[in-house]
């Protein structure tokens, strides 16, 4: 019979010779099933030196429907995170007890407790399953969200965020995307994830300072209450279940993880993004109400800023995919956002200057957004993924909480010593080594 096997590069490849007796599962090759287009190779079987075909593979309707599922539920749960970004250094140094350092420690005590649990997370869903560890981290989000819109006072605030950052679930989302689709499509499919979540970023961004200058900074909370049941519901009744023989084997050892450079590069990474990202927008809105801009005002700021990212990353990363050339997005991506840095350092006193500033940074930091998921669950086993992104969560949060920290005492000591910071830190990035695609070694 007609042999299918997944190459070493990710590849589909399928035999075309009848009389093939040898298992094309050595040498490399495992069976594959899903929708394939044919063109030929010049590759040979290692078993049999049979000719080969070099299968295009495109979603089928169980991987378009686990990346709509994954999506939704990723994006509701985000969408509440991205209303408070834009405002919460404006709206919470003004707590009771309230200043910048102690903002900034709000700020960034959902990420520290994230950074935290990711690992665990991830890796009880490499042996107990995906969608139950998803469910009680989306639980644990919306009581903590609650707790968020009871706090009186900025130590109730931090402590709040606390708790709502241990709803730690974003390294089980990855790895059960990755569980569900084919290497060849991955990063397409991390994309449209990607599109879906940039979707949910733009609109809390412009809701966010709409909806707070409505209903109040604690009523905000509330809604992403509300947003987690959402997304636990919908979790709970359509999210797909990834079979137990897949997260029940032996998992990769954390060791191996660690001791991988591809990987070390891939974390180095999100640690990197996560802290200029918190560091940018602890900074950005009060820069803006600095030149006058009232905080109802902000989503006219984001809106514009964030049209580059919403017209150019998809078709930029799915041109670069399909010809193998995604090296150049992570150079691109790695350069704008140096420009934003540069440019809000050097002329944060000009509307002109931020527009560009954030425009830029926005446009680098969505580019990578698709990229590093999809390259690092290239890079590991079905087994193993759940521990590995947990990691790749870890570093991405720990960012994000020292960003958020450091940049409330940063700007308490200079407005701009944040960015001066930031700009060292993506410089610093580039000379130990920005990722690599998955074809490619150090």
Known sequence: PQGRG?????????????SCTLSHTEGGFRKHLGPYLLRPTRENCPQCRIEVTEAKHTF???????????????????????????????????YPGANLPLAGVAFGSYALTQSLLQIPMGWASDRWGRKPLLLLGLTLFTLGSLSCGMAKNIAQLI??????????????????????THPNIRAQAFAVT??????????????????????????????LAALGALATLTAGWFFPSVARSQTK????????????????????????????????????????????????????VYLIIFIPSLLFVFPYVRYAERRGRLWGVVRVGWLSILVGYASYLFS?????????????????YTMFQPLLPSFLTQRLPPEGRGTATGFYNFAGFLGASLGGILAGTLSHIDHSLPEAVGLAVIVIWALIGLPNTPDTTI
């Open 60 to 94: 089928s309707r169980t991987e378009a429907g686990a990346v709509i599922i994954v999506s939704l539920v990723v994006a509701l749960r985000l969408l509440g995170i991205f209303l408070l970004l834009p405002i919460f250094s404006v709206y919470a140094s003004r």
């Open 6 to 18: 997944e190459g070493k590069d990710g590849r589909t490849l399928i035999s075309r010779i009848d």
């Open 348 to 364: 944060a006193l000009q509307k002109w200057g931020l527009y560009v500033s954030g425009a830029a940074f926005f446009l680098g």
């Open 159 to 180: 402590i709040a965020r606390a708790v709502q950052g241990s709803g730690a679930v974003a390294s089980v989302a990855i790895a059960t995307l990755a569980d569900m």
């Open 194 to 223: 990607g599109i879906t979540i940039g979707s949910a970023f733009m609109l809390g961004l412009l809701a966010g300072p709409l909806l707070a200058a409505q209903i109040g900074f604690s009523g905000l909370f509330y809604l």
């Open 249 to 300: 084997k032996s998992a990769t050892s954390v060791k191996s993880i660690l001791r991988n450079p591809e990987l070390r590069l891939i974390y180095l990474a999100g640690f990197v993004l996560s802290f200029t990202l918190n560091l940018f927008f602890f900074t950005y809105p009060l820069s803006w109400t600095d030149l006058g801009v009232e905080r109802s005002q902000l989503w006219e």
